[in-house]
């Protein structure tokens, strides 16, 4: 009976391992706490309920928030480029649906997927937070 437990402890130990995702150089944003409350009827938001916009909210996060909406979602990523040391220049931009980097590399993501875009192959996705819709407002956190 014990070479039984034996193999089941092998097997539990094993299947035990790093996470893949992990990346080392995604180290450079801070797992800040997040916990916004936007009014969508307040003018600095007025176009966030349409498709293909997007908002910059400073104060929050590691270098502000970026809300974008598709018109069924609405995305909130922190604003600092994940593939830089946070610097004046690794603040993010949000043009629409997508958002560029102001270093002179230019990094650009989509603010649907966090993914970069072009030929770059970065390591980091940008990072994400929830977002619940309550009547006309978004609650933004981690």
């Known amino acids: 009976m014990k070479p039984v437990y034996y193999l089941i402890f092998l097997v539990i130990l094993s299947s035990c391992s790093k996470n893949s995702v992990d990346n080392e150089n995604c180290k450079f944003l801070l797992d800040l706490g997040v916990n916004?409350?936007?009014?969508?009827?307040?003018?600095?938001?007025?176009?966030?309920?349409?498709?293909?916009?997007?908002?910059?909210?400073?104060?929050?996060?590691?270098?502000?928030?970026?809300?974008?909406?598709?018109?069924?979602?609405f995305f909130a990523w922190d604003a600092s480029d994940p593939n830089h040391v946070p610097s004046?220049?690794?603040?993010?931009?949000?043009?629409?649906?997508?958002?560029?980097?102001?270093?002179?590399?230019?990094?650009?993501?989509?603010?649907?997927?966090?993914?970069?875009?072009?030929n770059k192959n970065l390591p980091c996705s940008l990072k994400n937070y929830r977002v619940e819709k309550n009547g006309n407002n978004l609650l933004i956190f981690n």
Not at 38 to 56: E, H, K, R, T, W
Not at 93 to 112: F, H, I, Q, R
């Open 36 to 73: 916004v409350n936007i009014n969508l009827s307040l003018p600095q938001y007025s176009q966030l309920p349409f498709a293909g916009n997007s908002v910059y909210i400073e104060n929050a996060g590691n270098g502000g928030i970026i809300v974008a909406s598709t018109g069924a979602d």
């Open 88 to 118: 004046a220049c690794s603040s993010l931009v949000p043009s629409g649906l997508n958002a560029t980097c102001g270093c002179d590399d230019k990094n650009e993501y989509s603010l649907v997927t966090g993914q970069s875009l072009g």
